[in-house]
């Protein structure tokens, strides 16, 4: 059974060439696969197409808000991967 990410989840690629990149899911693809863009490389207008069993999620659901534009998402994934670098760091 696949995981099933919520609109503004906050994931990390774990396979791929991308693998260790932060996204967050924007939406679904109709062939059952997930939306994610990072602000950056994969722009809100171009997300990139995953498989959800190729993403781990590790933050919160970002806000609307954090979501509309790609400076926005790029600092919200950035103060994502942040507290979980620092969380694994002790």
Excluded: F, W
């Excluded at 609109?7 to 996204?23: E, L, M, N, P, Q």
């Excluded at 679904?28 to 498989?51: E, F, M, T």
Aim: net charge positive; glycine share 10%; with cysteine.
């Amino acid at each position: 059974m696949e995981p099933v990410y919520e609109v503004g989840s906050v994931v990390i690629s774990a396979a791929g060439k991308d693998r260790g990149i932060y996204y967050a899911v924007v939406g679904a693809a109709p062939d059952g696969r997930v939306l994610c863009s990072d602000g950056r490389k994969r722009r809100l207008n171009n997300p990139k197409r995953k498989n959800a069993r190729h993403l781990l999620a590790v933050g919160p659901v970002l806000t609307p808000e954090r979501r509309v534009a790609n400076r926005a998402l790029r600092r919200a994934l950035r103060q994502a991967a942040l507290s979980e670098e620092g969380i694994s760091r002790g």
